[in-house]
């Protein structure tokens, strides 16, 4: 058990003590309802819970939840425990060692669907939005600079387009020499986004032919990519195992710290306001605990607000929380240099991006079933879903797993309780868990999730809807 939830729980007897002491059981009674939410949501099944994550800045509301007591707040005493890598971290969720976790959003989608591990995995809380960066190592980056436009002020002009980078993969090629870059799990934003990139460059970045026993993902590949855990993106491209990777913070902003690379892109200007991480549980687990799932969401909504409120006002605090051992364990500097409205790309020329961690505005919390569908889309555009499938199968596979329904009954508890106004919400009344359709990707392809098959027709690099490897 960790110190700091030992003293939460030293914390919470005490009070329990001195309540008995001073007012006699029944007023213990009633401070037990008072620790409780006082709203239409029953009693939590489960109160004791321990939630998985990984070392990484997005995972922000979890920690901000347990420091900020709205854990305990809705009578939940919460251990938060970092993980070796993502694999570990589904497989705890899968068997119960983890009531929950911090997720790429593409793995309850997966898990789902039975690529890779099997089993029913759901979310009704989007964690962020934005968050991640494509960083290359020094040389590859001086060998893409002479393709790089420049402004007036001699710096490159942003967003940087893969376009770049095609000249210096080719050459590789031609030297006959693989040209290898990281992300950190199959069916991460990190891979999808840094596949969406290198095609829009037209640089192929492989399929993957699971029906085949092919799960590298690097047949017909100009670039090989493969897993490496956040943490250990920086030192594998610093001793050349990798040219270049996409990760979440702090791990790109590590790279200019130690002078080894230089992050060329964030996802913010690959997708605009793209989802990246959820909260995930298996569906056993919800079914068993609905009372104690709607008060885990209500208090990781709130924590999301509390990050983005005050224009991201209280992002110091919540590097400083951050840096701790207990949580992602990096430099204050390293952190505060993304997650406090900036960002740095070479060495020196740091930018505002107020945007580039989102935690509550963009109603980034909502599990939107487009949000789902993208992913599946881009599953079965690099040939994890081998099959054709119709648009009617993305639509009710994002309904198995995203679970609006959950989240607008936690935020309607919220609403009654007084701590969030409704106009902080998707209109409930109205809401279809659909964004309409967005323009906002770096290849200007127009994404609309009622149409999931069309979409995939526009891109020039992909499978088609009716083709199989």
Not at 244 to 265: D, L, M, R, S
Not at 271 to 280: D, S, T
Not at 347 to 365: I, L, M, Q, S
Not at 376 to 401: H, N
Request: aromatic letters at 12%.
């Amino acid at each position: 058990m960790s110190q700091q939830l030992l003293s939460k729980l030293m914390g919470r007897r005490s009070l329990l003590q001195g309540a008995v002491k001073t007012f006699g059981a029944v007023a213990v009674g009633s401070l037990l309802a008072m620790s409780s939410a006082q709203a239409a949501v029953g009693e939590p099944e489960k109160e004791d819970l321990k939630f998985g994550f990984i070392k990484l800045t997005d995972m922000a509301p979890l920690a901000i939840a347990y420091e900020k007591g709205y854990f305990e707040d809705e009578g939940l005493y919460v251990q938060l425990e970092a993980q070796a890598n993502w694999k570990v971290l589904l497989d705890r969720v899968i068997d119960g060692e983890l009531d929950g976790a911090h997720m790429l959003a593409g793995q309850p989608l997966g898990a789902t669907i039975g690529y890779g591990t099997q089993a029913h995995i759901i979310t009704a809380f989007s964690m962020d939005l934005n968050g991640n960066a494509i960083t290359v190592s020094n040389d590859i980056w001086d060998q893409m600079k002479p393709h790089v436009p420049k402004g007036a002020d001699g710096k490159p002009v942003h967003p940087i387009k893969a376009d770049a980078l095609k000249p210096v993969v080719d050459a590789f090629r031609e030297e006959g020499k693989p040209f290898n870059m990281g992300m950190v799990f199959p069916v991460s934003t990190h891979n999808y986004e840094l596949r969406y990139w290198l095609a829009a460059g037209g640089i192929h970045p492989g399929f993957y032919a699971p029906h085949k026993g092919d799960t590298a993902g690097q047949i017909d590949a100009d670039a090989l990519l493969s897993v490496t855990p956040p943490p250990q993106m920086p030192s594998t491209m610093e001793a050349g195992t990798i040219y270049g990777y996409c990760v979440g913070e702090p791990w790109n902003q590590q790279a200019v710290f130690k002078g080894i690379g230089v992050p060329v892109v964030t996802d913010y200007e690959i997708w605009k306001n793209n989802p990246e991480k959820v909260f995930g549980v298996s569906k056993g687990w919800a079914d068993a605990n609905p009372n104690t799932h709607i008060r885990v969401v209500k208090a990781m909504i709130r924590a999301a607000k509390w990050l983005d409120d005050n224009n991201n006002g209280n992002r110091p605090e919540a590097v400083e929380i951050l840096s701790r051992s207990d949580y992602v364990g990096a430099d204050y500097d390293v952190i505060a240099n993304s997650m406090t409205g900036t960002f740095e790309y070479e060495k020196g020329d740091k930018r505002e991006v107020p945007d580039f961690n989102v935690f509550f505005r963009h109603n980034a919390t909502y599990p939107y079933y487009s949000d789902a569908i993208w992913y599946l889309t881009q599953m079965r555009r690099w040939g994890q879903i081998a099959e054709p499938k119709s648009d009617d199968w993305f639509m009710e596979t994002a309904k198995k797993v995203y679970r609006p329904d959950i989240y607008a009954l936690a935020a309607k508890e919220l609403i009654t309780e007084g701590k969030l106004e409704a106009n902080e919400f998707p209109d409930f009344a109205t809401e279809t868990g659909y964004k309409p359709p967005q323009t906002h990707f770096i290849d200007n392809i127009t994404y609309d999730a009622t149409q999931p098959n069309e979409y995939l027709t526009k891109f020039k690099i992909g499978l088609q809807p009716d083709t199989t490897l």
